[in-house]
């Protein structure tokens, strides 16, 4: 079973509202990432928790927030978000992140959450 | 930072012609993933390679990991319409601890006539 799942599916927010994206997986994996995707564009990496401890930020800007309770969970906590926020983003698992060859960095996405920021 | 090389960026073909698709770098990957990604899904792990030369297959699917291991290409035989979608490569620096980082090509979109 390689199963990332995403919720909410769609989300509509104007930019003075609160909202979070959640993110599951129960393949035992320790590493979790979260990726923002623009259309027809690859995704681009926003954060990498391995061990539940957040080990890489790509410079994101505060209003988006992540948190990872515990090693099966990710969130993203979003605030005061501007519409250029607006687009796919994508939750991605693997065993770890140690960067040798082998299967254990292998990332398995979900589905995405389609943001729409008004 | 570093970059995939991905080509082409377009295809537009026959159902049942085969399909060839490349990713090209000037670093040293340690490991090299294909993946295929429908519009608002998410993308679905094709092929994975790991060493250096490996050929793999994944039912009509090829991928080879490149001997100088800075590149990959992807063929995809007898063309069928649910092959249309962007296919990516992505690869993993040949270098420790890279924090899970993984380079995307820019993609190759596939419009399949039927």
């Known amino acids: 079973d390689t199963e990332v799942t995403q919720t909410p599916k769609h989300l509509v927010m104007g930019m003075t509202n609160k909202k979070s994206l959640k993110c599951e997986q129960h393949m035992g994996h320790r590493a979790m990432y979260w990726y923002k995707q623009k259309a027809k564009k690859p995704p681009e990496l926003m954060f990498v928790?391995?061990?539940?401890?957040?080990?890489i930020n790509e410079s994101v800007p505060s209003r988006f927030s992540p948190e990872c309770p515990n090693s099966s969970l990710l969130n993203l906590h979003l605030h005061a978000l501007q519409p250029e926020d607006s687009a796919l983003y994508l939750c991605?698992?693997?065993?770890?992140?140690?960067?040798?060859?082998?299967?254990?960095?292998?990332?398995?996405f979900g589905p995405g959450t389609r943001l729409t920021v008004l | 930072g570093q970059q995939l090389n991905q080509s082409p960026q377009s295809m537009f073909i026959q159902e049942g012609e085969d399909v060839s698709m490349n990713c090209t770098s000037s670093?040293?990957?340690?490991?090299w993933l294909w993946y295929k990604q429908d519009p608002g899904e998410g993308p679905v792990l094709l092929i994975a390679?790991?060493?250096?030369?490996e050929l793999t297959s994944n039912g009509r699917l090829t991928a080879q990991f490149g001997i100088t291991r800075k590149d990959s290409f992807l063929n995809i035989s007898a063309s069928i319409p649910s092959d249309v979608g962007i296919y990516f490569c992505?690869?993993?620096?040949?270098?420790?601890?890279?924090?899970?980082?993984?380079?995307f090509g820019q993609g190759t979109e596939l419009s399949v006539k039927p």
């Open positions: 390679l790991y060493k250096a030369g």
């Open positions: 991605a698992s693997s065993q770890g992140t140690l960067g040798l060859a082998g299967k254990g960095d292998t990332q398995y």
């Open positions: 992505a690869g993993r620096l040949g270098v420790y601890n890279q924090g899970g980082k993984l380079i």
């Open positions: 670093s040293i990957f340690n490991t």
């Open positions: 928790y391995s061990y539940e401890k957040l080990s």
